[in-house]
């Protein structure tokens, strides 16, 4: 035993000392001694030894292993049945691979993907192969890096782009990643984020500035999507129709009014919802029902009718609405996702009126990310009433069924050791 602590010291300060190719020679040797060692020291080849002080000391803190994993089982969200519903199940710490990193994920959001799924919905049934760790929208901090994938501390904050791309197709070569004819999304088909644990390639992990508080790091996902919408057409001293409050629509107002929008008028049901967005910053708020909708919304906007139209929600109506309602020459940017075809007068409603129309997926990589982390250091305030629950991971089927019902707009899941 005292002669292997001895060989590895010699070893350890050769390996600080010497160049580059002895002390892959080292490693290689440290290797075959000991694996828990050889992390430590890939880690000086790679980054140097201030970098590897912050990680000796991050596990030292934590009294976790080389990785800064503590346990080998994890708790997580699956969805195991071909039916409605979930499990909380408790499962092995998935291993990155070479160009990976598996953070712990202190916060995670559910989407409404995440309620497709849930309820085993047509779309899910489509796309969804079970068993499935579901979420996509996180933070947490690093705690393991695979082989290649060197350039995050461990115990960093990040969050990460949940859609993988596969940076070989026409939109990934054209800077369109985000259209990616062969994108994969984490939480739909691969394992996600509702898990203590996530693996996530380096490229799509995002380092989270440290003036942005954890839960509103969470958020990245759909705030970008939000904001992918939201800076399509410049808001700037133009009218804003919105229609549909749901966290994105919530999100889009708090943007759209930072963009410095005129008017912002958004359509919503829910009565809890569009306190909200009242909240967030939107001028006026209206039920899709309300009688002399049009007029009332031409009176904020003028007669022209509003320059921008955000669709949200994927209702017919809502669409029908803004389509029409929309000024001559305005820009329809359209989000929300019909769950069957629309039929639409292309030539009295597109054509003669010279609209133009963008269709919206995910954010821009990373552009959009970006925008956000700006939106957030500058007004991140704006998405705390948007966060209306947070549960933790036992009690999940609370937030599903509090967003299901509609008296919810943001749930959050916290995630503690
Ligand atoms: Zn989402
Ligand atoms: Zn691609």
């Known amino acids: 035993m005292f002669l292997l602590i001895s060989i590895y010291l010699s070893f350890s300060i050769l390996t600080i000392t010497t160049p580059y190719n002895i002390m892959n020679i080292v490693n290689i040797i440290l290797n075959t001694i000991n694996p828990l060692f050889y992390k430590t020291f890939y880690i000086v080849n790679r980054r140097g030894?201030?970098?590897?002080?912050?990680?000796?000391?991050?596990?030292?803190?934590?009294?976790?292993?080389?990785?800064?994993?503590?346990?080998s089982k994890m708790r997580c969200v699956k969805k195991e049945s071909y039916s409605r519903g979930i499990s909380v199940a408790t499962v092995g710490i998935p291993?990155?691979?070479?160009?990976?990193?598996?953070?712990?994920?202190?916060?995670?959001?559910?989407?409404?993907?995440?309620?497709?799924?849930?309820?085993?919905?047509?779309?899910?049934?489509?796309?969804i192969k079970l068993p499935l760790i579901m979420g996509h929208e996180f933070m947490g901090e690093v705690c393991q890096s695979g082989e290649n994938a060197g350039s995050f501390r461990l115990g960093q904050r990040v969050s990460a782009e949940g859609h993988i791309t596969c940076g070989l197709c026409?939109?990934?070569?054209?800077?369109?990643?985000?259209?990616?004819?062969?994108?994969?999304?984490?939480?739909?088909?691969?394992?996600?984020?509702?898990?203590?644990?996530?693996?996530?390639p380096e490229k799509n992990v995002w380092p989270v500035h440290d003036r942005i508080p954890d839960r509103y790091a969470a958020l990245f996902d759909p705030i970008g999507n939000a904001m992918h919408a939201v800076m399509k057409n410049p808001v700037s001293m133009k009218t804003v129709l919105i229609t549909g409050a749901g966290p994105i629509g919530l999100f889009a107002i708090s943007i759209a009014k930072e963009n410095g929008a005129s008017k912002i008028i958004v359509i919503e049901p829910n009565p809890f919802k569009k306190v909200i967005a009242l909240k967030s910053g939107a001028d006026a708020v209206f039920s899709p029902d309300e009688d002399y909708l049009m007029n009332k919304i031409l009176e904020v906007t003028g007669i022209d009718?509003?320059?921008?139209?955000?669709?949200?929600?994927?209702?017919?109506?809502?669409?029908?609405?803004?389509?029409?309602?929309?000024?001559?020459?305005?820009?329809?940017?359209?989000?929300?996702?019909?769950?069957?075809?629309?039929?639409?007068?292309?030539?009295?409603?597109?054509?003669?009126?010279?609209?133009?129309?963008?269709?919206?997926?995910?954010?821009?990589?990373?552009?959009?990310?970006?925008?956000?982390?700006?939106?957030?250091?500058?007004?991140?305030?704006?998405?705390?009433?948007?966060?209306?629950?947070?549960?933790?991971?036992?009690?999940?089927?609370?937030?599903?069924?509090?967003?299901?019902?509609?008296?919810?707009?943001?749930v959050l899941i916290e995630i503690k050791d």
């Not at 030894?49 to 346990?71: A, C, D, E």
């Not at 953070?103 to 989407?111: E, H």
């Not at 990934?172 to 644990?197: L, P, R, W």
């Not at 036992?394 to 299901?404: A, K, P, Q, S, Y």
């Open 170 to 200: 026409r939109c990934c070569k054209n800077g369109q990643a985000h259209i990616c004819t062969d994108v994969k999304i984490i939480g739909v088909d691969m394992d996600g984020s509702f898990a203590e644990y996530v693996c996530v």
């Open 95 to 127: 291993a990155p691979g070479p160009d990976e990193v598996l953070i712990r994920v202190r916060y995670a959001g559910i989407c409404g993907t995440d309620l497709h799924t849930y309820k085993w919905d047509e779309w899910s049934q489509r796309r």
């Open 305 to 410: 009718g509003p320059d921008v139209f955000l669709e949200m929600s994927g209702y017919l109506s809502s669409i029908r609405l803004g389509m029409d309602i929309l000024c001559n020459g305005g820009t329809a940017i359209l989000l929300g996702i019909p769950s069957r075809e629309i039929p639409l007068n292309i030539a009295e409603e597109i054509v003669f009126k010279g609209i133009t129309i963008h269709g919206i997926t995910g954010r821009r990589m990373y552009e959009t990310w970006y925008q956000s982390e700006r939106f957030l250091l500058k007004a991140g305030k704006a998405v705390e009433p948007i966060i209306t629950h947070t549960v933790n991971i036992d009690n999940i089927e609370e937030g599903f069924l509090l967003m299901e019902k509609g008296d919810a707009a943001k």
């Open 49 to 71: 030894f201030p970098y590897t002080v912050h990680n000796i000391y991050y596990i030292l803190k934590n009294q976790r292993g080389t990785s800064g994993v503590m346990h």
